[in-house]
Nanobody
Framework: QVQLVESGGGLVQPGGSLRLSCAGSGSISSRNAMAWFRQAPGKQRELVAGISTGGSTNYKNYLKGRFFITRDNVKNMVYLQMNSLKPEDTAVYYC??????????????WGQGTQVTVSS
């Protein structure tokens, strides 16, 4: 059984930082490409960043330089470091995984999501 469990969400002031974590278990391993998506109220779910098993990354263009995705293949973890947060970053953030090693945009597994709220 595949499980992706996110943690690290919460309330943060504008300009602050948060680090989200995602723990993979079951058949999720270092052989799976991983990604973070987000969905704001009334909007479609969008890709934030993806990372392949070898460490190569893809970002939503306008998030480059503020958000950073990394992974720990030994621990089966993927992280999203979010800096200089803005109110428009408020959303539910979802961890995802693909059956492929290279991130190509296809998602096979989803986590439950963690809420991130940026507000003063």
């Amino acid at each position: 059984q595949v499980q992706l469990v996110e943690s690290g969400g919460g309330l943060v002031q504008p300009g602050g930082s948060l680090r989200l974590s995602c723990a993979g278990s079951g058949s999720i391993s270092s052989r799976n490409a991983m990604a973070w998506f987000r969905q704001a109220p009334g909007k479609q779910r969008e890709l934030v960043a993806g990372i392949s098993t070898g460490g190569s990354t893809n970002y939503k263009n306008y998030l480059k330089g503020r958000f950073f995705i990394t992974r720990d293949n030994v621990k089966n973890m993927v992280y999203l470091q979010m800096n200089s947060l803005k109110p428009e970053d408020t959303a539910v953030y979802y961890c995802s995984a693909a059956r492929t090693r290279v991130w190509s945009g296809n998602v096979d597994y989803w986590g439950q999501g963690t809420q991130v709220t940026v507000s003063s």
